[in-house]
């Protein structure tokens, strides 16, 4: 079965997307605590260098979880701001290599040349697609010397699920920090070391409406589903990106009782387990 485009909202304004990435083989080759560490690492610096916004992740042993905001404007990233991010995401030395680099093309007059390779860095800049490409090529490179693998460490593409922002976005972080609590590591989400999930301010008021903490937490997987949130929400994203998905599969559909998807979307188990 061909698999179904990915959905991402590639016009201004703001979107959220629940993000998944697998080891291959589901082998468990993030089991050490400094992998782990260098991945939660790499999502911040990733994340900033992309001007993409963590919202939520977290780290288990053969895979990850993130959950973040995406903003697109008009306005292109200023040539300042990509040497800073350039800084964040590999050193000082290779912002300053980069700016000297452009002051020298400028001051030859090679205007399309910097023109180019701005575009280039631009064309990286509020998309998750290159924000994962950057994070997992970055991370790959740092395993495979930090541990002397050779191979792929990485399954396939990542998945990804465009989300409604308010209850449907905090139904979906809630069920990103349980991981730890669901494998049984530990009992409480907060003595997960990586595990991160901030209250984003556009989730705020939701709390008091939402179920108890045991049923928020089987939000629908990620699985094959593409959109989630009101009925209202999937309905717009399935009718504006309607060539993006097979004829029999463009109704939304009802995900327990915590709000619709476009497709192939699955309860987690009930875990009553505190959080």
């Known amino acids: 079965m061909a698999r179904t485009a990915r959905v991402k909202s590639v016009g201004e304004g703001t979107a959220y997307y629940h993000l998944v990435s697998r080891a291959n083989n589901k ?69 300053e290599s980069l700016a000297e680099r452009w002051r020298e093309l400028s001051a030859a007059g090679f205007d399309a ?33 930090e541990y002397d693998y050779s191979g792929s460490i990485w399954s396939g593409v990542f998945k990804s699920t465009m989300v409604e922002g308010g209850r449907y976005l905090e139904y979906c972080r809630r069920y990103i920090m349980m991981n730890p609590v669901r494998a049984g590591i530990v009992s409480q989400a907060k003595d997960y070391r990586w595990v991160w999930g901030a209250d984003p301010e556009e989730t705020e008021g939701f709390a008091g409406c939402l179920p108890e903490w045991s049923v928020a937490a089987r939000v629908a997987q990620v699985g094959a589903g593409k959109i989630f949130g009101s009925e209202a929400f999937v309905r717009k994203w399935i009718c504006g990106l309607g060539d993006k998905f097979p004829a029999a599969r463009t109704a939304a559909h009802t995900v327990g009782s915590i709000g619709f998807s476009s497709h192939g979307w699955r309860l987690a188990k009930r875990d009553e387990r505190a959080a």
């Open 27 to 95: 082998q468990f080759l993030f089991r050490k605590s400094t992998a782990k560490d260098r991945l939660a690492e790499l999502a911040r610096k990733a994340a900033e260098f992309s001007g993409v916004k963590l919202v939520a992740f977290a780290v288990m042993d053969n895979h990850y979880h993130i959950l973040c905001k995406v903003t697109r404007t008009g306005d292109p990233v200023p040539q300042e701001e990509i040497i800073r991010r350039v800084g964040v995401l590999k050193g000082t030395r290779a912002a």
């Open 113 to 145: 040349t910097l023109e180019s390779e701005l575009g280039r860095y631009r064309a990286r800049m509020n998309d998750i697609s290159e924000f994962m490409k950057t994070m997992k090529e970055l991370y790959a490179i740092w395993y495979n010397r």
